[in-house]
């Protein structure tokens, strides 16, 4: 569940902050910042139960509880029941990681599309989507990419009580389960694999950074 809402949030994040930069000032830019300003305030666990009230009380889309239907055997259960179990916690954890990075990207691009290299390709009669390409798509994706495995640890913890709400078995749970039985090793396996868990994506982060910008690469070759 962490790592599809994880890749979600990057995901939709990344792509209303191009939205919301490249159109400044529209209707479709205060929609989406009142949507990314909206959710930054929100608390996880009421996006949660609001989300579970609508789907799964309302609308009977999704489910209500659990990661497989209650009453099957653990072999019987199908992919498409676990994934449809799995949609709606997902997304919960994945709409609340999209606010930081829509509004970090959109100002980002914001400042990209006002630099004076912009302003020499604009007066070459290139499109506002082709400057976005060539030339604003490499200088937001650094930050945004460090950005979003920062949020790792945010995500984690967020978990912990989306878990609860959807009454579905993963790391967040067996925290809290450990902290109700006062489990001590289990609580410190799973602060160790959190840190781990961080620590990782921070290092994935730094060696994306040459293959997205060359010019790091380069820069560090001549370094003495």
């Known amino acids: 569940m962490l790592a599809i809402a994880w890749l979600l949030s990057g995901l939709f994040g990344l792509g209303l902050g191009i939205l919301a930069g490249a159109l400044e000032r529209s209707w479709v830019d205060r929609l989406i910042r009142l949507y990314a300003y909206g959710l930054a305030s929100a608390p996880t666990f009421w996006v949660a139960l609001l989300l579970l009230i609508v789907f799964a009380v309302s609308f009977k889309v999704a489910p209500i509880c659990c990661a497989a239907p209650p009453g099957v055997l653990a072999q019987e259960v199908t992919l498409g029941q676990r994934l449809h179990h799995l949609l709606l916690p997902a997304l919960t954890l ?128 001549r370094h003495p």
């Open 94 to 221: 994945s709409i609340i990681g999209v606010a930081n990075i829509a509004l970090h990207t959109r100002q980002k691009l914001i400042e990209v599309l006002q630099s004076d290299y912009v302003l020499f390709a604009r007066a070459q009669g290139e499109s506002l989507w082709g400057i976005i390409r060539h030339h604003g798509l490499r200088n937001i994706l650094l930050p945004a990419l460090t950005l979003q495995f920062a949020s790792l640890s945010e995500l984690f913890g967020g978990s912990v009580l989306v878990e609860q709400v959807f009454a579905y078995p993963g790391l967040g749970e067996a925290t809290v389960q450990a902290a109700l039985r006062s489990d001590v090793p289990l609580l410190v396996g799973i602060v160790f694999f959190s840190a781990l868990f961080v620590y990782t994506g921070n290092t994935l982060a730094d060696l994306a950074y040459p293959l997205i910008d060359p010019r790091i690469r380069l820069g560090r070759s």
